[in-house]
């Protein structure tokens, strides 16, 4: 039972690449979200899925965007990569939408954009 | 002004000692308070979680709400070098609100042997 898992753990790329982050989760939950997080700014929502075939923006969808693939899988792309989003990017999961289920988290992806 | 404002530290304490974190917010309806744990290069983890204002134990930590003074704290007692990590606070406004999550920006906390 792996959790959360995403890849890469680490990227570099120039300003104008794109990208895409994967992340799956085996715990048959419902909901997935991705966050993005830096230094002096605590974690911020970038998109969620609340369930498979629905995706709703967070608190910085731009720049971003999602699939929600499957029950399994949430990616989350960037079409033109900016210096801006260098930054630690988590996927996390839980049963459902509800606070009082637990949201377990990736190990993270370490983004820098040159 | 941040709706949530932390402490960033670092917060270096010994072995045993008891250990107070701390988060105030200005957002009056935010209603559920959480801490997370998130060790270095590791995703958070879900400590404990509060409704409105009062005490919460679980083992050796203890969150306490103060929605008066729109505070919250983290108590550790009896800390451990296992406890060194960093600390998020993190709540929202109601049950339905997983999505809505405002969360601190982390205080990083060492155990000195």
Redesign the interface.
Known sequence: NAGVTQTPKFQVLKTGQSMTLQCAQDMNHNSMYWYRQDPGMGLRLIYYSASEGTTDKGEVPNGYNVSRLNKREFSLRLESAAPSQTSVYFCASSESGVLTDTQYFGPGTRLTVL | QKE?E?D?GPLSVPEGAIVSLNCTYSNSAFQ?FMWYRQYS??????LM?TYSSGNKEDGRFTAQVDKSSKYISLFIRDSQPSDSATY?C?M?L?????????????TRLSIRP
């Not at chain 2, 290069?41 to 879900?46: A, S």
């Not at chain 2, 109601?94 to 982390?106: Q, R, Y």
Request: hydrophobic share 35%; glycine share 14%; no cysteine.
């Open positions: 949530v932390q960033p559920y290069r590791k995703g958070p983890e879900l979680y998020l993190a929202t109601g049950w339905s609100s997983a999505s809505k999550i405002i969360f601190g920006s982390g």
